[in-house]
């Protein structure tokens, strides 16, 4: 048989190999959801203006190549939030408690921030360091509830949202130093504490977006080349046998939810610690009793991108990405809350990825299928010379 880069055969074999890789069936559904939702998002702007809804959907898709900077900056927090949610999903526990965590990381950084006194870098590399210590304090929490007691996170983790948020703002409205009343929100932090910038005009982005890249990586590593990750994940699967062969659950239960707050509380810290595209000036927290979107931004990044870390860095950028651009659409008449309708759609469809990889599965067997008939009439071919010279005639 010759030898031919581009028969049927090779390409089938080809296909194959792709369709076999671990974070194919992942990918799929996760594209099919983005532009299903973004398909929907545009139907909305057209019954919302007809008129600008080619204008505010080309926002919406090319807007966030003009503020790459702040695409990266605010992707920072939620992919932190993202991974605390993806993380403690593969042990099988459901981490809605990030908003939470995040709160009390940020408190701690601030409070490092503004009532210590290091010298040089070592100020905001404290500041970074207590805000994972504070988002894992209140991680703990729940985690030992859960473990020791066997009451479900959801409901612990949800509450203590609550607990940190009015607690914080009760710490910082009481401390003079850090909080200025005439403003209502708190002070400048010192520029030795703030996390040093990556230099992109007009922009708040700094080092926090390479720190959260490298998180996500080693947390990759963690959970697929190590022992501790192999029993988090076989554990999410069946705590049971788990146990039975002899995996220590409930240790894994607190552990799982401490580096879960962790990684939650290193958002908060990233994100208030962030110099600011003012001069002279810092980001800032207003208490106001809300609590912080970022960690319930962090669930839909960790759904859209499956839990995955690697998958999740990508689906933070993308959140990003088109956040930035939603809110140009607001330059043609548009609300900046549409594109909080694209993304929830979009969650929306993520959430059944079960049904969209089934659907994507179908198509590419039906494919697979076109591809083996015609492999095998290309290999009769090859093989029965009269065949051939009949179709040469």
């Known amino acids: 048989m010759r030898d031919n880069n581009n028969s049927?055969?090779?390409?089938?074999?080809?296909?194959?190999?792709?369709?076999?890789?671990?974070?194919?069936?992942?990918?799929?559904?996760?594209?099919m959801a983005i532009v299903l939702g973004l398909i929907f998002g545009f139907f909305v702007m057209l019954a919302a203006a007809p008129a600008n809804a080619v204008a505010g959907f080309r926002y919406v898709l090319m807007g966030g190549l003009g503020r790459i900077g702040d695409v990266f900056y605010f992707a920072t927090p939620i992919l932190m939030t993202g991974l605390a949610v993806g993380f403690a999903f593969k042990m099988g526990l459901f981490n809605i408690g990030a908003s939470g965590q995040y709160t009390m990381g940020m408190f701690f950084a601030l409070y490092v921030g503004f009532m210590w006194d290091l010298p040089g870098a070592m100020q905001w590399i404290a500041a970074i360091i207590a805000g994972?210590?504070?988002?894992?304090?209140?991680?703990?929490?729940?985690?030992i509830f859960k473990a020791l007691m066997n009451v479900n996170e959801v409901i612990t983790s949800i509450m203590f949202n609550y607990i940190g948020m009015y607690l914080v703002d009760m710490l910082i409205q009481g401390n003079s130093v850090m909080y200025?009343?005439?403003?209502?929100?708190?002070n400048y932090l010192p520029s030795t504490v703030q996390i040093p910038s990556l230099g992109i005009p007009g922009s708040n982005v700094n080092l926090g977006i390479i720190f959260a890249i490298i998180f996500g990586v080693i947390l990759y590593i963690v959970l697929q080349k190590t022992t501790f990750g192999y029993e988090l994940k076989a554990t999410g699967f069946n705590k049971y046998a788990a146990e039975y062969a002899g995996m220590k659950g409930k240790t894994n239960i607190i552990i799982t939810m401490a580096i879960a707050g962790g990684l939650a509380g290193l958002g908060?810290?990233?994100?208030?610690?962030a110099p600011s595209a003012i001069a002279g000036s810092s980001m800032t927290?207003?208490?106001?009793?809300?609590?912080?979107?970022?960690g319930f931004n962090g669930i839909a990044v960790a759904l859209l991108g499956s839990a995955h870390p690697i998958g999740t860095i990508f689906s933070a950028l993308f959140i990003s990405y088109i956040q930035r651009g939603g809110t140009l659409a607001s330059l043609v008449g548009y609300k900046p809350e549409i594109?909080?309708?694209?993304?929830?759609?979009?969650?929306?469809?993520s959430a059944f990825a079960m049904i969209m990889n089934h659907a994507a599965a179908s198509f590419v067997k039906k494919r697979l299928g076109k591809v083996d008939k015609a492999a095998d009439t290309f290999a009769l071919q090859e093989d029965d010379p009269n065949n051939s010279e009949k179709g040469a005639e």
Do not use: C, H
């Not at 908060?268 to 610690?273: K, V, Y």
């Open 180 to 186: 200025i009343s005439t403003k209502t929100r708190t």
């Open 285 to 294: 927290y207003e208490p106001v009793n809300i609590i912080a979107a970022n």
């Open 339 to 349: 594109i909080d309708i694209v993304i929830a759609v979009i969650i929306y469809f």
């Open 8 to 31: 049927p055969i090779n390409q089938k074999i080809n296909i194959k190999k792709i369709t076999n890789l671990p974070g194919f069936s992942s990918f799929t559904s996760a594209l």
């Open 268 to 273: 908060g810290a990233f994100a208030i610690l």
């Open 132 to 143: 994972m210590v504070g988002g894992m304090l209140w991680g703990l929490i729940p985690g």
